[in-house]
């Protein structure tokens, strides 16, 4: 089988199709990591110099950087809505 994109992956699952490998999600869509393991993370893979960004502020989750996300091979992306034009 040849390796899917991250959109064939998804698709695949939610359509109980047999995808290439099972769909990864870190800090996306489905799951939150904790800023406090996110910092554990970043010290442990010699990135401690990455700032955190804290994207849920009840739970302390933490929005993980687009260079750790590819290092994981997670397939989910969190994409969040701004203001409307006519917000004031």
Not at 49 to 77: C, K, M, N, W, Y
């Amino acid at each position: 089988m040849n390796e899917m994109t991250s959109r064939e992956r998804v698709l695949a699952a939610i359509n109980h199709q047999e995808p290439d490998r099972v769909p990864i999600d870190l800090g996306g869509i489905l799951s939150g990591v904790s800023r406090f393991a996110y910092r554990r993370l970043l010290g442990y893979l010699g990135r401690a110099d990455l700032p955190i960004t804290v994207s849920e502020r009840v739970q302390q989750l933490a929005e993980p950087h687009e260079e750790i996300l590819q290092r994981f091979g997670s397939d989910f992306r969190h994409i969040r809505a701004g203001p409307p034009d006519n917000y004031e």
